[in-house]
C-alpha cells in the first residue's frame, strides 16, 4: 500500500510538530505541517549504503581527503521552514561544535540526499528544492531506489543545475565527492541488477 502524506493547512508552530507521533517524520515547509512514515527498508538501505560509500572518504578520511561531517535525517532549521532530509554533510569548518549543542541544526548544509518515495517525492521535488537553494546549499542528490538512478543538482545563482544521472551499477564520480568514484549498485542490495528496475 501506498502511504500518503498528512498535510494541515493551517500555519504551523514547532509546537505542532513536536506533538506528531514519534513514529511519523515530521516538517514545517512554507508555514503548512508536513509528516510522512519512516522509510521503508529498500529506501532505508539505499541511504544507509550512500552514507557509508561517501562517509569513509570524506568524514573519516578512508581512501579519501576527509574535511566532512554528516548526519542522518538531521532536523534543520532554515528560517521558517523546519525541513528533515535523508542525509545532509557539512564542510567541518562550517559546522562547530556550538551549532550542534541543539536537537536541530541552524546552519544550512553544504550537501543534501534526498531518497525518493511515493509519499516524499513531491515535496522533495518541490518545496524542499526551492528551500534548499533559498538557503545556499550548494549541492543537492535525488536517490530513487524505485528505478535505481540518482540525479545530482548543483546551485548556480539561485537555480539548480542538474550534473548528471547515474542508473543501476553506474560509476559515480561526482562533486562535492569527486575525489572517488563507486559504483552506484552498491546503493541497491536488494536488487538482481541483471533484472530491469521495477517501481513496486
Same mark, same amino acid.
Given at each position: ?22 513514529? /511519523? ?10 509528516? %510522512?512514515? +519512516?522509510?521503508?527498508?529498500? %529506501?532505508?538501505?539505499?541511504? !544507509? ?8 572518504? !570524506?568524514? !573519516? ?6 574535511? *566532512?561531517?554528516?548526519? #542522518? ?13 535523508? /542525509?545532509?554533510? *557539512?564542510?567541518?569548518? +562550517? ?14 548544509? #553544504?550537501?543534501? /540526499? ?9 515535496? #522533495? $521535488?518541490?518545496?524542499?528544492? +526551492? ?6 546549499? +550548494?549541492?543537492? *542528490?535525488? @536517490? ?5 538512478? @540518482? ?7 539561485? %537555480?539548480?543545475? @542538474? ?9 559515480? $564520480? ?12 552498491? @546503493? *541497491?542490495?536488494? #536488487?538482481? /541488477? ?7
Amino acid at each position: 500500500m501506498t502511504a500518503t502524506l498528512a498535510v494541515r493547512t493551517k500555519a504551523a508552530t514547532y509546537a505542532d510538530l513536536e506533538a506528531v507521533p514519534p513514529h /511519523l517524520v515530521a516538517e514545517i515547509l512554507d508555514g503548512t505541517l508536513v509528516t %510522512h512514515p +519512516r522509510p521503508v527498508p529498500r %529506501h532505508g538501505s539505499a541511504t !544507509f549504503a550512500a552514507s557509508a560509500v561517501i562517509g569513509g572518504p !570524506f568524514q !573519516f578520511g578512508t581512501n579519501g581527503p576527509g574535511g *566532512w561531517v554528516f548526519a #542522518d535525517e538531521p532536523e534543520l532549521h532554515l528560517g521558517p521552514h523546519v525541513v528533515v532530509p535523508d /542525509l545532509a554533510g *557539512w564542510k567541518r569548518e +562550517r559546522l562547530p561544535s556550538a551549532a550542534v549543542s541543539k536537537a536541530f541544526i541552524e546552519v544550512a548544509p #553544504d550537501w543534501v /540526499l534526498e531518497t525518493l518515495s511515493p509519499s516524499t517525492e513531491k515535496y #522533495d $521535488r518541490g518545496e524542499k528544492r +526551492r528551500i534548499y537553494a533559498e538557503f545556499g546549499v +550548494r549541492h543537492l *542528490w535525488h @536517490l530513487d531506489p524505485r528505478v535505481r538512478c @540518482l540525479e545530482t543538482f548543483s546551485l548556480s545563482g539561485e %537555480h539548480w543545475q @542538474l550534473d548528471g544521472s547515474w542508473f543501476d551499477a553506474d560509476e559515480v $564520480r561526482v562533486e562535492p565527492f569527486n575525489a572517488i568514484s563507486f559504483s552506484l549498485g552498491l @546503493l *541497491w542490495p536488494f #536488487d538482481d /541488477l541483471s533484472e530491469p528496475a521495477t517501481t513496486t
